[in-house]
Every structure is written in structure tokens, then in C-alpha cells.
């Protein structure tokens, strides 16, 4: 006689079936699917806006869950800070509020270090470099230090953000020595707040969604970020100056509570990885469009570019020792010795 044992686990819209030592003995004498109710549901939670890299990633990995899953898992992305914002979305993926949620590297520096190498400034030398850094060896060990010690799993890592962070404002800037007294917004890591330090800038921690506010009320006259984060949050309307100073490449994490995953059945589990992992190639193929959509509205808008000669550029990179120093107890040398060496 046939037995079949189904186990539904209830967390707002999170449905996982098939669960029970008698299942795994069925599955093992059984080549038959694992009969399903109803789909598993699942809601994504960023603040990544759908025409973004990062956004249209997380909306082909929606598709690709539910394509691998046979249609037995289904995922709902709610985009633009709909829900939460950054650090919003891992406590309410921790929390059990949503099932994924995404935040960058400088923002999940809140609950571990793991990211902290990545805010040094110019440790990242191209797009390349980036991608066999976090997507080789080294992401590997990320992704398990971070399941091991805050029961989060990182699905994603999706490398194509928008490119280098770069500097807009209401105020031309061509060199250090013009950030002198400037209110500059900054991501709350304690990398950055120093570097903006250095430059002669008043960091101002603020999230991304009150920049446009802070910059119409003149709060600050300048941020830090990608073209593209600035085109979405219609930046270019107010910051009309912009200079390539390009000191670091920020990423977008895609997260899971380790323990939910844990629950879902194997076939959910590898559609989900698997969907997860293609939405990462597809991160960077459309990132390249969308830099330079971002800067021909940034054009449209009357925005200035300002582009470093390489002497230029090496007076802004010249803090960058300094930088990695002040933070080595945490970063120590042989590590970023080997980021730099991942990159070659």
C-alpha cells in the first residue's frame, strides 16, 4: 500500500509540502513527481526598481522558479522598496515576514562582516574582476560564512549593479580638495563614512529613497552611486555634475533564511538554485545597457560629465592605502591580497 505523508508549512504565503521520514522512503521507491496541493508561494521584497539590472534579474529568476519548478513554486517580486528597503528586507526575511529579500553589500554590513573588503575603496579594478572575485572561490566562501553564522542564504549575487559608484551633486567636483565641507550622502558603513572623511567631505548617512528629498532641500549636495540608481530615483533632475571617480562597484544580494530553504523539497530546492543562478548571467548581460541608457537620460538632463585623466584619477586613488590600513584588523593584507590576485 501506498503512503503518501504531506506536511504544509504555513509562514505568509510560504507553502512547503512533502516533508516526514516516511517521504524520503517513498521518493527513494517511488520515481513518481512529489504530488503538490497548491504551488509553494514566495514574495521577494527590494528596493531595486523593474527597469534596473538588478530588478530585471530578480523578475527572471520569479519566471525561471516557477519554468524549473513545473509551475510548483511560485515568486512574487515586489520592487521598488514597495515593502522594505535594504536592511528592511533581510529583518523581514529573518523575521519570517517575507520569504527573499535583497540588500547591497554596504547594507548588510548590519548583520555581517562578510561584505566589509568590498567597501574598500578601489580594492574592485573592472566589472571583470568583479565577477571572478564574488562568482569563483572566494563568493563560495562568502555565501557559506554568511548561511553558518546568520542563518541566511545568499542565492544570488547579482555583480552587475549599475557599475562604479561615481560622484553626482549639485556642486562640480574635480578633485579632493572640492569635497572640502561638502554633505555628501553616504551608505552607514563605517569604509565609506571614512572615506568620505578623507576626502575632505561631511558624510550623511541617509537611505536611498530620501536622496532626491535631500538633495531638492540642499540636506546634501552630493551622493555617491551608480548612474543608474540615480536615473531611477530621478537624481539627474536636481545633481547636474557628475565625475568618474569610480571607487568602488557595489553588488545586489539575493537572500533566503538558510532554514526556510532547508525546508523546501529537494526539487523546489534545486529549481531554485538553479533559477538563481542563471538570474546572475542575466544580471550582467543586461547591466551594459542599462549604464548606457542611464547615462544618455543623465545627458538628456543636462548633467555634466567630468572624466579623470589617469593622473587625475591617481590623486583620488592615492586615499586608498590609508583607507585599507585604518581597517586592516578587520580586512587583513593577505585577504585583499587575495581579491587583487582573484582578479588577474
Known amino acids: 500500500m501506498k503512503k503518501f505523508i ?3 508549512i504555513l509562514t505568509l504565503g510560504l507553502v512547503v509540502s512533502g516533508c516526514g521520514n516516511n517521504t524520503d522512503k517513498n521518493q527513494n521507491s517511488n520515481s513518481k513527481p512529489i504530488e503538490y496541493s497548491k504551488p509553494i508561494e ?5 528596493s531595486a526598481q523593474p527597469n534596473e539590472p538588478a530588478g530585471q534579474a530578480y523578475i527572471k529568476f520569479a519566471e525561471l522558479v516557477e519554468k524549473y519548478s513545473q509551475g510548483k513554486a511560485k ?15 533581510v529583518e523581514s526575511v529573518l523575521n519570517g515576514s517575507l520569504e527573499l529579500g535583497t540588500t547591497s553589500n554596504g547594507n548588510i554590513g548590519s548583520f555581517t562582516d562578510a561584505f566589509l573588503w568590498l567597501d574598500l575603496p578601489y580594492i574592485i579594478k573592472s566589472q571583470k574582476g568583479l565577477e571572478k572575485v564574488l562568482l ?4 563560495d566562501e562568502i555565501r557559506q560564512k554568511v548561511e553558518k553564522e546568520n542563518n541566511l542564504k545568499i542565492l544570488g549575487m547579482m555583480t552587475g549593479n549599475g557599475g562604479f559608484r561615481v560622484y553626482l551633486g549639485t556642486k562640480e567636483v574635480k578633485k579632493p580638495e572640492d569635497m572640502k565641507g561638502m554633505k555628501v550622502r ?19 548617512p541617509l537611505p536611498l529613497t530620501e536622496v532626491y528629498t535631500a538633495l531638492s532641500q540642499k540636506i546634501i549636495d552630493g551622493e555617491g552611486l551608480q548612474l543608474t540608481w540615480a536615473d531611477n530615483g530621478r537624481h539627474f533632475e536636481i545633481a547636474k555634475y557628475s565625475t568618474n571617480i569610480n571607487y568602488g562597484a557595489p553588488v545586489q544580494l539575493l537572500l533566503m533564511r538558510a532554514d526556510k530553504f532547508n525546508a523546501l523539497p529537494q526539487d523546489i530546492k534545486d529549481a531554485v538554485e538553479k533559477a538563481a543562478k542563471e538570474a546572475e548571467q542575466y544580471n550582467i548581460q543586461v547591466n ?4 548606457a ?8 538632463a543636462g548633467v555634466k560629465f567630468y572624466d579623470l585623466s589617469p593622473e587625475e584619477m591617481k590623486v583620488w586613488q592615492d586615499i586608498a592605502p ?22 588577474e
Do not use: H
Not at 193 to 204: D, E, F, N, S, V
Open 6 to 8: 504531506l506536511c504544509a
Open 42 to 46: 514566495m514574495r521577494l521584497g527590494t
Open 75 to 89: 515568486v512574487q517580486t515586489l520592487l521598488g522598496g514597495s515593502v522594505c528597503q535594504e536592511t528592511d528586507c
Open 136 to 139: 569563483g572561490p572566494i563568493g
Open 186 to 204: 553616504a551608505v552607514n558603513t563605517p569604509v565609506e563614512i571614512a572615506l568620505w572623511k578623507a576626502w575632505g567631505a561631511i558624510p550623511t
Open 288 to 291: 551594459t545597457d542599462a549604464m
Open 293 to 300: 541608457k542611464a547615462k544618455e537620460n543623465a545627458l538628456k
Open 322 to 343: 590609508m583607507i585599507w590600513k585604518q581597517f586592516e584588523n578587520k580586512i587583513p593584507p593577505a585577504y585583499i591580497e587575495r581579491i587583487l590576485k582573484a582578479q
